[in-house]
C-alpha cells in the first residue's frame, strides 16, 4: 500500500512539472524570440568582415572583436590600444557607479521618509515619485537641457539673485550627464528601498537603543542588512540603464562626452561599421552581465550572513 500511494504521488509530482512547463511554454517562446535570437544575431555579426562601401561581407573576421580594445593604423598598418574606446568605457562605468552610489545616498533616506508617514498620505508621496515615470524620458531630457543650458533657467535664477555673475557652463560636460541620470534613475532607486522599508519592523530599532546601541551601529547592523534587498534591486535597475543609457549622454553631453551607447551607434550609424557595433554591443552586455553576477552573488552571501 505503501509503494503504491508513493508511486502516485511520483506520478503527481511529474505531472506537475509537466503542467508547468507547458503553462510556461508561451513566455519561453516570447524571451526566446525577443531576446535570445537577437543576441544571437548581434554575436553572428560581430564575427564577419566590414565591406568596403559600410557594408557587411559575409566572411568570418575577427576585425570587430579586435577593434574593441585596439585599433590599426591606416598608413602604417601598426596596432595600439584603442584609447577612445577605452575612454568612452570608463567614462561610461564611472558615471553610471557614480550615478548608483548618489542614488542610494539620495534615495535611502527618501524611501525611509515615505515609509515612516502615516499610511493615509503615504501613496500621496509614492504618487509624487511615480510622476516622472508619466513623460516620456526624452521630454524630460530635454526639460533638463532647459534648465542647465547657459541661458536657461539655472543660470538665470542664480544671476538674478547675484549668486554668479557669469552663466556657469553645465551643459555638454560629464556634470550635466550625471544630473540628468539622476534625475530620470532616482526613482528606480526608492521604490525597490520604499518596498523593503515598507515591511520593516520599527520595534527593532528602539530596541537597539534600549540597548544602548549607536546611531551608526543602528544604520548598519538593524536598517541595513535588513533593507538590503531592496537596496541590491535598486542598484541593478539604476546602474544597468545609467551604464547603457543613449539619450541622455546625446542630449546633455554632446559630440565630446559620449558613453559607450552613443558609441556604439555611431559604429551602426555614421561609422558604418556594423561588426564593430556588434562587438562593443556583445561586451556591454558581458559587463553587465559580470556585474549582475557579482551583486547577486556578494548579495547572496550577505544574505545568508544575516540570517546565520
Known amino acids: 500500500m505503501a509503494e503504491a500511494d508513493r508511486s502516485f504521488e511520483a506520478r503527481h509530482r511529474h505531472a506537475e512539472v509537466v503542467r508547468r512547463w507547458v503553462q510556461s511554454v508561451p513566455a519561453l517562446l516570447l524571451v526566446l524570440v525577443g531576446a535570445v535570437v537577437p543576441l544571437l544575431i548581434v554575436v553572428f555579426y560581430s564575427f564577419l568582415t566590414p565591406g568596403p562601401y559600410g557594408d557587411v561581407v559575409f566572411q568570418p573576421s575577427g576585425a570587430g572583436w579586435l577593434g574593441v580594445l585596439f585599433e590599426v593604423d591606416i598608413f602604417d598598418e601598426s596596432v595600439s590600444l584603442a584609447s577612445v574606446h577605452m575612454a568612452v568605457l570608463g567614462r561610461s562605468v564611472k558615471l553610471a557607479l557614480i550615478t548608483t552610489l548618489i542614488c542610494v545616498v539620495v534615495g535611502l533616506p527618501t524611501a525611509w521618509f515615505i515609509a515612516t508617514r502615516p499610511r493615509r498620505t503615504r501613496s500621496v508621496w509614492l504618487f509624487l515619485i511615480t510622476i516622472p515615470f508619466w513623460t516620456n524620458m526624452l ?15 539655472l543660470n538665470s535664477a542664480l544671476m538674478s539673485i547675484g549668486i554668479i555673475q557669469q552663466p556657469l557652463q553645465i551643459l555638454y560636460t560629464d556634470t550635466a550627464v550625471l544630473i540628468g541620470m539622476l534625475y530620470v534613475f532616482l526613482p528606480l532607486m526608492v521604490l525597490p528601498l520604499y518596498s523593503s522599508l515598507e515591511r520593516f519592523d520599527f520595534r527593532l530599532i528602539e530596541a537597539a537603543f534600549d540597548l544602548y546601541a549607536s546611531r551608526w551601529q ?49 559604429q551602426f550609424g555614421q561609422a558604418r561599421n556594423w561588426p564593430l557595433g556588434a562587438a562593443l554591443s556583445v561586451t556591454l552586455v558581458v559587463i553587465v552581465g559580470l556585474a549582475l553576477l557579482v551583486v547577486m552573488r556578494r548579495g547572496n552571501k550577505g544574505l545568508e550572513g544575516s540570517h546565520g
Open 218 to 266: 543602528v544604520v548598519t547592523k538593524i536598517i541595513l542588512p535588513l533593507v538590503k534587498p531592496g537596496l541590491i534591486a535598486g542598484s541593478v535597475l539604476v546602474f544597468i540603464p545609467a551604464l547603457s543609457t543613449y539619450v541622455i549622454p546625446r542630449l546633455l553631453g554632446g559630440g565630446k562626452n559620449l558613453m559607450i551607447g552613443n558609441l556604439i551607434e555611431l
Open 139 to 153: 521630454i524630460r531630457t530635454f526639460a533638463i537641457q532647459e534648465i542647465l543650458r547657459t541661458e536657461g533657467v
